[in-house]
Structure formats: C-alpha cells, structure tokens
C-alpha cells in the first residue's frame, strides 16, 4: 500500500506568504528582490511551530477564536522579525562588500 501526501502541507506557509507579501510594500529594497522575499518567509516560518494539515478547514475547526488571534498575531510578529532580519543580514553584506 502506497500513501499519497500530496496533500499535506504546513497551515502556516500559506498565511506566512500572505502576510509577507502584505508587507512587502514597507520594504521596498527587500520587495524588489525575489530572493530576499523567499529569505522572509523562510525565516518567519522557522519562527512559527509547524501545523500541517490536509485540508484548511481541518485546522480552522478545531480553532477557538482566541487560539485564532493568537495564531495570526504570532504570524505578524514572525513576518515583522523576518522582514527586520533579512534588511539587517542584506545591509551587513553590503559594508562587507
């Protein structure tokens, strides 16, 4: 027997591209850079527990409203850092330079 899991995917990554292509918009030397865009999300994601679910309504359901809030408050927190993160890696590699 053969499991397909296809299917499976981390919550976090699609609210994690949302956010960061949100606030995209306030950092437009990281916007600018398809890398350091990727360099953003990974970072916020690695600061957030995985939640890896098959279908968003799965997760979604078993969510009380304040679990919810927290979720999306963590997931602003974690795009925030990543964002401050990237510009201070990419700035310290511009002196080095």
Do not use: W
């Not at 499991?3 to 606030?23: G, I």
């Not at 968003?56 to 401050?84: K, S």
Request: aromatic share 12%; with cysteine; charged share 20%.
């Amino acid at each position: 027997m053969s499991a397909d899991f296809t299917s499976l995917y981390n919550h976090h990554e699609r609210e994690v591209f949302a956010a960061v292509t949100a606030a995209a918009p306030q950092y437009p030397a990281i916007a600018a850079d398809a890398d350091l865009m990727c360099d953003v999300a990974c970072v916020a994601l690695n600061r957030l527990p995985p939640r890896y679910i098959r279908h968003a309504v799965d997760y979604a359901f078993y969510l009380t409203e304040p679990e919810r809030l927290e979720t999306d408050a963590a997931i602003a927190e974690a795009v925030g850092y990543a964002f401050n993160f990237v510009q201070a890696r990419t700035a310290l590699r511009a002196k080095q330079r």
